[in-house]
Structures are given as C-alpha cells and as structure tokens.
C-alpha cells in the first residue's frame, strides 16, 4: 500500500472548520496558538463574524492553519507519514510542512503573507475564472490564444480530466468562454473568485514571495512532494522557492499530480481540509485511467481523523 495526503485550497474554507479539532486535541491548538498574524485567526476561522473566511488573505492563512493543526494530530495520534504529500495551491504549502521543509508556525505566517501580496495583485482587476468541461486542453489554448486580444486569460487549472478552469481579466476570460463552448465544450461555468490566481497578473505575488523567501530557512524534505508547477516531483535542477515563485503566476497540474501519484503505485489518497474536492479529481483520474482498486479518506472533522486513525493503524 502507498499513500498521498492531499491538502484543499482555496474555495473550500468554510465558517467553523477546524473548532471541533481545537476542541479536542492540545496538538491542534498549538498550530493556531503559535502563528502571529494581524487578525485573530481563531475567530475567523471558527466563528467568522464579520463574513472574513471568503477573503484572500483570511482565507489561506485559515486553511493553513487547520491543515497543519491536522499535521500535528497525526503525530500525536501516531499516524505514518505517507509516501506522498501533495496540495491544490496554498494547499502545496501544508504538504511541504508535513515533509519538514515548513514549521507549522512558518507554514503559516508564510502563506498569510502569500495571500496578502496575492489580494494585492488581484486589486482593481475586473477578474474572472471559468471551468470548461469535456474540452481537450490544447483546443482551450487555442480559444485563450484568440481571446487574448480582449486581455490576460489564461489555463490556471488543470483539475483532473474533462475539467480545465481558465482565468484572468473578466472580458477575455469569458471572450475565450464563448469561443470554447463553440469548439465543443459540454459546458463552460463561471466561478465566483476574488482574484485571477495562477496567471501572469499574479507576476508581481510571485517576485514578493521570491524576496520574502529569502528570511525562510527551508528545511530537508523527508516526504516527497508533488509539486503543482511541475505535476510530479522536483528534479535536480529545480528549488522550491523557485517552484512557489512560479506557482503562484502558473497552472496548477492536479491532473497531472494524480497521475504521477497512480503511476507510482499510489492506492490510498487521505484528503485533509473542508470538502471532497481533491476525492472527486481522484475519482475522476482513477476512471480515466481505467485504476478502480483504491481507497480515498477525507479529514475534515475530529470524527473523521479518528476513523482514519482507526483504518490506518488496521
């Protein structure tokens, strides 16, 4: 048996994720309790009154947060490391703490100050994102190629097959929507975003976190880690700084991350965040590539990370 954690990104927090875990576990408090941020991150994350958790640089701050706490758990309760560590964006970031290269505290703090320059870069950009379904992917490059007159759109996601999300400026984004749903596409959905991630808009995000990871010592990587630029492990010539400049302002590869991890003989996948996103990419992946022996485990709750336990320790 080989086994991936796989962490959520954004647009899976929701308002409480994360108190029943706080609650229950001192290994989980100390995630929340070590960070030194400019909000009270316990408060938007398990209570959100002032509607904060949906906003950039809450809400990855917060996710982070509870996928470390849910790092920490795992220690205590005894759980092995995985084979491989994997995340759909800021979610790149608690599996590179959960391989040693990020403290919690760092991890933390670090993808807090990545949202903050990422909300920046979003600010006054009439921004958009589509998910185009049953579409192949060098057709959607070429809708985006002929949009591009209209602004930056670009493919930000490749999720798993059949679902490519593209994104950038609103008018070329959905210039390029149009033209997709003429080439063929089944369907082109638009997504509520607040901000056009994992395009060439986010260039400036990128050379700020390349600055401030300069004050970050990196730790050695003990698991090996499935990088979103790269869809498969990094190589010799790569550094993972330059792979998190380079995230921020490229496509995320989840497609070709989950390929890589089957192709590697990987048969159990653990989810750790609110939602079954990244289960559903599995799946899908799982079926395109004909593989139905496979186990997927979901840790959203204190509930769930018992019986994960129970099952991995069985």
Do not use: W
């Not at 991890?107 to 990545?114: F, L, N, P």
């Not at 060439?200 to 004050?215: Q, T």
């Amino acid at each position: 048996m080989k086994t991936a954690f796989l962490y959520a990104g954004q647009g899976s927090q929701k308002a409480g994720m994360g108190k029943d875990l706080y609650e229950r576990y001192a290994s989980f408090r100390e995630a929340f309790d070590a960070a030194e941020l400019s909000f009270d991150l316990k408060k938007v994350c398990f209570e959100d009154p002032e509607g904060r958790i949906n906003e950039t640089e809450y809400t990855q701050p917060c996710m982070t947060a509870f996928a470390v706490g849910v790092n920490n758990v795992f220690k205590e309760l005894g759980i092995g490391k995985p084979d491989f560590a994997a995340g759909l964006s800021l979610g790149e970031y608690s599996a590179l703490s959960l391989s040693g290269v990020f403290d919690p505290k760092t991890a933390v703090e670090t993808v807090a100050y990545r949202g903050k320059v990422m909300a920046e870069c979003a600010e006054g950009v009439d921004c958009g994102m589509t998910a185009i379904l049953s579409l192949p992917v060098e057709k959607i490059e070429e809708c985006c190629k002929k949009a591009g007159e209209k602004g930056v759109v670009q493919i930000c996601n490749l999720n798993c097959p059949g679902q490519t999300v593209i994104g950038g400026e609103k008018a070329a984004v959905e210039a390029a929507a149009a033209l997709c749903t003429e080439a063929g596409a089944v369907r082109c959905i638009p997504l509520k975003v607040s901000g056009p991630f994992h395009t060439s808009i986010m260039a400036e995000a990128g050379e700020k976190l390349k600055e401030y990871f300069k004050g970050i010592t990196f730790g050695k990587m003990e698991i090996p880690v499935i990088f979103n630029y790269l869809g498969s492990e990094m190589g010799e010539g790569d550094s993972i700084p330059e792979l998190l400049r380079l995230q921020v302002q490229r496509s995320v590869r989840m497609e070709d991350s989950l390929k890589y991890l089957f192709d590697k003989g990987t048969d159990t996948f653990v989810e750790i965040g609110p939602g079954k996103v990244l289960s559903g990419f599995v799946r899908k992946t799982a079926k395109a590539l004909d593989i139905t022996d496979y186990k997927i485990f979901n840790v959203e709750t204190a509930e769930d990370m018992e019986a994960l336990a129970a099952a991995l320790k069985g």
